[in-house]
C-alpha cells in the first residue's frame, strides 16, 4: 500500500512527559520530512534543471510547512501528520522531463523551471480543488470501486520510477538499458553505490525492527559516515560541491528565481500538453490519500472521516500549490509514529510542519551540505518498498490473474509511461470483471410450476390438474445487473428448456425481475430474442416485477411486453404465477367463471355411501351468502369461526401500523379458512375479506364443541378432513422450500 512505505510506528517510544513526547514525535517527523523534500527536489529538477534543486528544496520545505498546519488543525484524527508525497513527485518528475526536453533547444533556463512551476502549481491546485470536491460532495467512498490489483499497479509502477529516478538523482544520467554498461563504470559505480547500500540497510532493518527511530538514526549515521570518508579521501566541501556530491546553497535562491516577470516566460502550451499526467495526478493522489487513511483508521482504532479528509488535505494542497510544492497528504507511518509513542496531538504534526518551516527560515545553509547518494538512497529505499509490497508480497496473497495484471500494468508504466499504464490497466480491469461476472450466473433459482405455485388455495380437483401440468411453467428468479454476457446466457436457458423434449412442453417463461438492480441496453436486444423464440415456439414469456427504469428501457428499444402477444407484465411473481395456473386451468375447462365446489360434495369423502351421516354433519355449518368486500375474519380478532368457501373468492391480508395491506392467500372455491386460530385458539395474525360475492359455510367454535359431544364420530371425521387439508398445503410448502434450495 502506499502508506505502508517507510513505516517507523512499530514500537512506543518511553514516556517521559506528554510535552517530551509529542515534542520527540514532532521532530522525527520533521526530520523525516525533510529528507523527503530534498529527495523529491532533487527527483523533479534533475537533468538540465539540476540547478534548482536548491529551489526546489525551498518552495517544497516551505509547501510542506503550509501543508502540514492545515492538514493537522483540520483532520479529523488529532495525530494526523502530513507531507509532500513520493507518488505525485514521481509523475511531477515525468512532467519536468517532459517540459525541460521540449524547451531545452531554444529556452533559456529560467523560462524553463517558471513552465515547470506552473505544472506544479497547477497539478498542486488541481488536486487540492479535486479533493474539496470529492469531499463536500460526500464522495470519499469512491475508493471502494477502484480494483485492488490495478492500485498495486499503479504503485508498483511508482516504485520503478521512484528507482529510476534515484539514479538520476545520484548520476544525473536516466536508469535505462541502454545506460546500463555505462552506469556500471568506475566514474559513475562510486555515485551510486553509496545511496544503494544506504537503501538496502535502511530496508533490511526496518523488515527487521520496525522503530520509528530507525530512519532518523541512519540518516545521522549516513550523513556522518559520508563527510568522515570524504575528510579521509582529502576532500573539501568546495570540491564535494564541484563534483556534484552536494546540493549547493539555497540561501536566497527561491526569492531570486521566483519573481513576477517569470510568469511571462512559462510555455502554457506545454503545460496544457500534461493534462493526461494531471489527471494521473489526481486519480493516484486520491487513491493514496484514501488508502493511508483508511489504513491509519485501522492502526489508531478509530473511526476517520474520510470525507473530512478530502476537504482537509484539498484546502491545505489549495494552499500550499501557491508557494509551488508538490501535492502531500496523510503519511501513514508518520502519524501512526505519535500514536504508537502515546503522542496523540495535533501538535506532533504542527511541530513537524514548523521544523520544515524553520530549516527555510533560518537553517536554509544547512541543506546546502546534503549528500546526493544519501537523497538518492532515500528515493531508492521508496521504490524498493513498492516493488518489494506489490511483487514480491503480492505473489502469495493475490489470486495469480490479478498478480499478473499488477505486473502488466508496472510494465506499461516502464515501456510507455505512468498515464498509458493507468488507462491499460483500467481496460484490463475491465475486461477482466467483466469475464468474471459473465461467469456469475443472473439466475438464482430454477422453478417449475410443480414446485412453486401462486398464493392461491383452489380446490383439490385443481391441485391435481396443476400437479400434472404445472411442469409447462419455468420459473426463474433473476439477480444482480443482467448485461449481455448474463443476458446470453439467461436465453440459453430458456431455449434449452424449450426444446428439452423429456419435460412436459413449455408454455410459460416466467422471469422474475425482483433481484435485479438494472440491465443494459444490450440486454433488451437478448430479451427481444427470447420474444421471437416464444413466439416461434409457442409459449408465453411472463415478466413478473420489472423495475420502472428497466420497462422504460424496453420501451425506447422498441419491445414493449403488455397483455397481448408472446409477453406478459405483472407486478409480482405471485400474480405471474396465479395468471400461469389460471390458463392452464381455463385450458382444462376447470376455470369457470362462476366456480362452485359444494361443501356436501366434499364431505361425502369422508363418508362414502352415507348420505345421512353428510347431512347430520352439514347441520352444524351455517351457510351464509355475502357480497364483496365482506370480512370474515379482522386482524387481531380473537377466533370463533372456520370457514368453507364454497363459491367466490377471498383474500388474506396483512395490515401494518399504517394502514397498509400486503396480499398473502388467495383462496379459491373449496378451500378452508380459519382453522389455525380456531385449533389454536390465537387470535387471527390477518384478515380475509371477499374479493367478489361469495358463498360460505361457518361452523363456529360452540357448533364444533356441541359436534364433539353429540356426534363424536362425526367431529372424528370432521377433524381428520381438517388434517388432510392441513398436510396438503404442508407438503406443497415443503416442495416449494426443497426447490429453492436446490
Not at 499526467?277 to 489504513?295: E, M, V
Not at 491545505?316 to 501557491?322: T, V
Request: net charge neutral.
Amino acid at each position: 500500500m502506499a502508506g505502508n512505505t517507510g513505516h517507523i510506528g512499530g514500537q512506543a517510544a518511553p514516556a517521559s512527559g506528554r510535552c517530551l513526547t509529542i515534542a520527540t514525535a514532532g521532530l522525527i517527523s520533521g526530520v523525516v520530512t525533510i529528507a523527503m523534500a530534498c529527495a523529491f527536489s532533487a527527483l523533479i529538477f534533475a537533468g538540465p534543471l539540476s540547478g534548482y534543486v536548491s529551489t526546489g528544496i525551498s518552495l517544497i520545505l516551505f509547501g510542506a510547512f503550509v501543508l502540514g498546519t492545515v492538514t493537522a488543525l483540520t483532520s479529523s484524527y488529532a495525530g494526523t501528520v502530513a507531507r509532500p508525497h513520493e507518488i505525485p513527485a514521481a509523475i511531477v518528475a515525468i512532467i519536468a522531463a517532459s517540459i525541460a526536453g521540449h524547451m531545452t533547444a531554444g529556452a533559456s533556463g529560467a523560462a524553463v523551471f517558471a513552465t515547470v512551476l506552473a505544472a506544479i502549481f497547477i497539478a498542486s491546485c488541481a488536486t487540492g480543488i479535486f479533493f474539496l470536491l470529492l469531499g463536500y460532495l460526500d464522495l470519499g467512498n469512491l475508493i471502494r470501486f477502484v480494483p485492488y490489483p490495478v492500485i498495486g499497479g499503479f504503485l508498483a509502477g511508482t516504485g520503478l520510477l521512484l528507482v529510476k529516478g534515484a539514479f538520476g538523482v545520484m548520476t544525473d544520467r536516466a536508469l535505462t538499458l541502454e545506460n546500463m554498461t555505462y552506469l556500471a563504470s568506475s566514474g559513475l559505480l562510486i555515485k551510486w553505490l553509496p545511496g544503494l547500500v544506504f537503501a538496502l540497510v535502511l530496508f533490511f532493518v526496518l523488515r527487521w525492527r520496525n522503530h520509528y527511530l530507525v530512519m532518523p538514526v541512519w540518516l545521522a549515521i549516513s550523513f556522518t559516515l559520508f563527510f568522515a570518508i570524504a575528510h579521509a579521501a582529502g576532500a573539501t566541501f568546495g570540491s564535494l560541491r564541484a563534483g556534484g556530491w552536494l546540493i549547493g546553497s539555497i540561501e536566497g535562491s527561491g526569492a531570486r528565481d521566483l519573481t513576477l516577470s517569470a510568469v511571462s516566460q512559462v510555455d502554457w502550451r506545454l503545460v496544457a500538453a500534461q493534462t493526461g499526467k494531471f489527471l494521473t495526478i489526481l486519480i493516484l493522489s486520491c487513491i493514496s490519500l484514501l488508502l493511508n487513511a483508511s489504513g491509519l483508521e485501522i492502526v489508531v482504532k478509530e473511526d476517520i472521516d474520510l470525507n473530512r479528509e478530502l476537504r482537509a488535505t484539498g484546502f491545505a494542497n489549495l494552499l500550499s500549490g501557491f508557494t509551488g510544492s508538490t501535492v502531500g497528504f496523510h503519511s501513514l507511518s508518520l502519524s501512526a509514529l505519535g500514536y504508537s509513542m502515546g503522542a496523540k496531538s495535533r501538535m506532533v504534526g504542527v511541530i513537524s510542519a514548523f521544523l520544515c518551516g524553520s530549516i527555510v527560515v533560518f537553517g536554509s545553509s544547512l541543506l546546502a551540505y546534503f549528500p546526493r547518494p544519501i537523497m538518492g538512497g532515500v528515493l531508492l529505499f521508496l521504490g524498493l518498498t513498492f516493488l518489494y509490497e506489490w511483487l514480491y508480497r503480492t505473489w502469495s496473497r493475490l489470486p495469480k490473474t490479478d498478480y499478473v495484471l499488477i505486473v502488466f500494468i508496472l510494465v506499461i508504466i516502464g515501456m510507455f509511461g505512468f498515464l498509458q499504464g493507468v488507462a491499460v490497466g483500467m481496460l484490463v480491469a475491465i475486461v477482466i470483471f467483466v469475464v468474471k461476472y459473465s461467469h456469475v450466473s443472473v439466475v438464482k433459482h430454477s422453478l417449475s410450476g410443480t414446485t412453486f405455485q401462486s398464493n392461491v388455495d383452489r380446490a383439490p380437483v385443481q391441485k391435481q390438474v396443476l400437479a400434472g401440468k404445472g411442469g409447462g411453467i419455468y420459473i426463474l428468479k433473476l439477480q444482480g445487473f443482467i448485461f449481455f454476457g448474463t443476458a446470453n446466457d439467461l436465453y440459453d436457458r430458456i431455449r434449452k428448456r424449450a426444446n428439452d423434449g423429456a419435460l412436459p412442453a413449455l408454455r410459460f417463461a416466467v422471469l422474475d425481475f425482483r433481484l435485479v438492480n438494472g440491465l443494459d441496453s444490450s440486454a433488451v436486444n437478448t430479451f427481444i430474442k427470447m420474444g421471437e423464440q416464444a413466439r416461434s415456439a409457442g409459449y408465453v414469456l411472463v415478466f413478473a416485477q420489472v423495475p420502472e427504469d428497466a420497462l422504460a428501457l424496453f420501451r425506447r428499444e422498441g419491445f414493449e411486453p403488455g397483455h397481448t402477444g408472446p409477453f406478459r407484465v405483472f407486478p409480482d411473481l405471485d400474480l405471474a404465477a396465479q395468471w400461469c395456473e389460471d390458463e392452464i386451468l381455463r385450458s382444462e375447462h376447470m376455470l369457470l367463471e362462476h366456480e362452485v365446489y359444494p361443501l356436501e360434495e366434499r364431505l361425502r369423502e369422508l363418508f362414502p355411501g352415507d348420505a345421512g351421516e353428510v347431512r347430520e354433519l352439514m347441520e352444524y355449518a351455517e351457510r351464509k351468502e355475502v357480497p364483496a368486500g365482506f370480512y370474515l375474519i379482522r386482524q387481531n380478532d380473537p377466533p370463533h369461526s372456520l370457514y368453507y368457501l364454497e363459491s367466490g373468492r377471498a383474500t388474506v391480508n396483512l395490515e401494518d401500523a399504517s394502514g397498509q395491506t400486503v396480499r398473502l392467500r388467495t383462496l379459491g372455491p373449496g378451500t378452508i379458512i380459519g382453522e389455525l386460530g380456531l385449533y389454536l385458539r390465537e387470535p387471527s395474525t390477518a384478515s380475509v375479506v371477499t374479493e367478489a360475492q361469495s358463498v360460505f359455510y361457518k361452523i363456529t367454535v360452540e357448533a364444533l364443541q356441541r359436534m364433539e359431544k353429540e356426534g363424536p364420530h362425526l367431529a372424528a371425521a370432521f377433524h381428520r378432513f381438517i388434517i388432510r387439508q392441513m398436510g396438503e398445503r404442508l407438503i406443497y410448502t415443503n416442495l416449494s422450500l426443497k426447490a429453492h434450495l436446490d
